[in-house]
DNA sequence: CGTCTATTTGAATGTACTCAAAAGCGGTGG
DNA sequence: CCACCGCTTTTGAGTACATTCAAATAGACG
């Protein structure tokens, strides 16, 4: 029950047969957080990347007080601090449950493990960061160009689910805006 | 000779064998751009992922005339329009010589080919999003949480090399301010 | 029910942009 | 090799976008 979704997730880029499935899933740990647990926490070292099962993930960074949402994952999406997971650095982000939240995590270790003993999952990895690149480059592409009005706009659209589940206060923080502001434009809209 | 360079790129992430080096080269494509020349074109199907051979690159969006930088790149470097690139769309990005420059270009039916072929490839390319990933992360990070003034410096640090060979209106357009701004920003950092 | 946080509203401020003009610099052709 | 042309950079004034701070209101949760 617990690894259907994860299995679902690989299987839709590799095949598996019924020994990799069984070792891939003997690497993952289970936990469970709940409301405002901290899945990671800046300074402590990045060891896991966590596939949501369930619930809800903000990954954000703390610049004195000042916080910038990097990423909200939900059920059957990834998440890390993809720098320091890889280069096994203590973490610049925070990863935060914004309600009850379940997760299978993979550790750096067991990824190579993983990678070393069936080089298929190499594809799924390049496949996984493929698309987060993709997805990094189309926001940074919008965060240049874009005034926030519409960079809102955007995110309701491309995140309609996410956006209906979430505070406002946390919708600006991920486009770099103050909630007040977030606040000013949603008055304009409504007029208009 | 052509080959040397894109042959260590690889070869730093994963071994080859002659016949797999054989292999590889013989779907790249060479290309030699004047200054000014476009690689890619927005509207245009962006068929290719290129690397450098020399010169350098600028990949940037333009917005009824306002034009954000995506990214520079240097010898030793791969740059494409990602998203169009994987999902074989109209490009939404302009790359263009910033001087003479020589890229080895695979296409995606190639690409597709190689790692059909020799599935060690998966993990070239899996390292090469990877930090590609990592690199749109942190840039995020920075976009959204520092004022202009220290995303300036950042630049000169991090890109110390391409910031000398540039002009300040193209590192504006990398940080997403005006040409006067930077300006503004240069005339108060030398005053101090 | 009371408390804590999110949201709204407004005034004052700061950051960054637009437009315009002048100065600087680099490349090109004669 | 110089002079000119076009683009970059600088500077300044006026404006717009976004923030800060404060206070009032609304919602969520134990």
Not at 155 to 171: G, L, S
Request: with cysteine; glycine share 2%.
């Amino acid at each position: 029950m617990t690894f259907n979704l994860i299995l679902a997730n690989v299987e839709k880029h590799i095949s598996l047969n019924e020994s990799e499935r069984k070792f891939f899933c003997s690497l993952l740990k289970e936990k469970k957080f709940s409301k405002k647990d901290l899945v990671l926490s800046e300074g402590q070292t990045c060891r896991n990347i966590s596939f949501v099962n369930s619930g809800i993930l903000r990954a954000f960074f703390n610049y004195d007080g000042k916080e910038s949402t990097i990423m909200f994952a939900m059920k059957d999406w990834w998440v890390t601090d993809i720098n320091c997971f890889i280069k096994h650095q203590p973490a610049m982000l925070n990863i935060v449950a914004l309600e009850k939240t379940e997760v299978l995590q993979l550790t750096k270790e067991n990824m190579d493990k993983l990678l070393h003993e069936f080089p298929k999952f190499e594809k799924f990895f390049r496949i996984i960061f493929q698309n987060a690149y993709i997805r990094e480059q189309l926001r940074t592409i919008q965060n240049l160009s874009l005034p926030a009005a519409e960079r809102y706009d955007n995110f309701c659209t491309k995140y309609e689910r996410i956006a209906n589940m979430i505070t406002q206060k946390q919708i600006a923080s991920y486009l770099g805006i103050t909630p007040e502001f977030l606040s000013v434009i949603r008055a304009k809209k409504t007029k208009s």
